[in-house]
């Protein structure tokens, strides 16, 4: 029998299968609070992200300070001028949120280019090396890059208004920014193209809702497509995060070099049904996310969805189910243990 590990690679690399992986993010497991002699022995932890490299500053200063509020306080100075965002704790899983992004104002723009063009990446020698050994064969190291630049630009340095504007009023300066960004990200790609590592995660968070089809075209496709030629003839596989309504992008995203579409979501959540996804995308891994408003049912109701997402697919290969977010804490270990379950019957 193969174990975790081989069991998940052999579905990333769309190899047939015997049964079905099944993964759940590291801190989320760690969450779920299982005994050590009581861990279910068919749950495979992801451990997404490792840090192969490090982001690094020549004139900018960052500078983190707690808030009583338990919140953290991040300013950016700069030759320009300083850049702050106000992060607060969420009640669910105790995570940073941010509440005022560091784009506040129009002009604040231009201190973020300086940012950018100041930021380069080096590499943290043997850190994939010393994770993997840490997990073992209970689980699979993926690690991660910057997100694409689109999605960067709205979720790590301003709101999503902020960059609406942008697009609207501003379209060169954001295509500025993109541009930069992804020069800047290609140190780290080729750091990752230099690793051990089969698996490449690309935490994109991407979803029709907010990257419509045009800008699908205009800042999607192209950084795949980049990305592919670093990272493709490595021998490395891209793994996308591509976790929300993507109905719309179907037939871009089966255009697309993306090795595996990662937190698939399907219906009722999502919108794109698995057999869809798996028959337009031929060439594709799905890593299916269990959809998060499932985790408020019955047992017998999640093996009943269970079964039909793996009715919809003909052939046993090209998929794995994960838990990579969204699941209320006092029901993830019990919902854990029901889906290994069925997973393990199916």
Not at 245 to 268: G, M, Q
């Amino acid at each position: 029998m193969p174990t975790l590990r081989e069991n998940l690679e052999r579905a990333l690399r769309g190899e047939d299968l015997e049964q079905f992986p099944f993964g759940v993010y590291s801190w989320l497991y760690d969450q779920a609070g299982f005994p050590a002699d009581e861990e279910p022995s068919t749950v495979a932890r992801m451990h997404m992200g490792a840090g192969c490299f490090r982001e690094e500053h020549d004139s900018v200063t960052e500078e983190a300070q707690p808030l009583p509020d338990g919140g953290l306080l991040t300013t950016l100075h700069t030759p320009l001028g300083d850049l702050s965002r106000r992060q607060a704790v969420e009640p669910g899983y105790g995570s940073y949120w941010t509440v005022e992004p560091f784009i506040q104002q129009p002009e604040d723009w231009r201190i973020l280019q300086y940012v950018i063009e100041d930021t380069h990446y080096s590499e943290i020698p043997d850190e994939f090396a010393r994770v993997e050994e840490l997990l073992g064969e209970s689980g699979l190291v993926i690690p991660g890059l910057p997100r694409m630049p689109f999605q960067r630009l709205w979720i790590e340095f301003a709101a999503l208004e902020q960059l609406c504007f942008l697009l609207a009023d501003q379209r060169d300066r954001l295509d500025r920014l993109v541009s930069l960004l992804t020069v800047q990200g290609q140190e780290a790609w080729k750091i990752l193209a230099r690793s051990d590592a089969e698996f490449v995660w690309a935490p994109d968070n991407l979803t029709a809702d907010v990257l419509s089809p045009e800008l699908y075209r205009r800042y999607a496709q192209p950084y795949y497509e980049a990305l592919a030629e670093v990272l493709h003839p490595a021998g490395k596989k891209i793994v996308a995060h591509m976790d929300g309504h993507l109905a719309a992008l179907v037939d871009l995203i089966a255009r697309s070099p993306v090795d595996v579409i990662e937190s698939f979501t399907p219906p009722p959540n999502g919108n794109l049904p698995l057999g869809q996804a798996w028959q337009a995308w031929p060439d594709k891994c799905l890593f299916l996310n269990f959809p998060p408003a499932l985790h408020l049912c019955e047992p017998e109701e999640i093996r009943q969805f269970i079964e039909e997402y793996i009715g919809q697919v003909p052939q046993r290969r090209r998929l794995a189910f994960e838990i990579s977010e969204d699941v209320p804490l006092d029901l993830l270990a019990g919902n854990i243990l029901a889906i290994a379950e069925v997973l393990q019957e199916a």
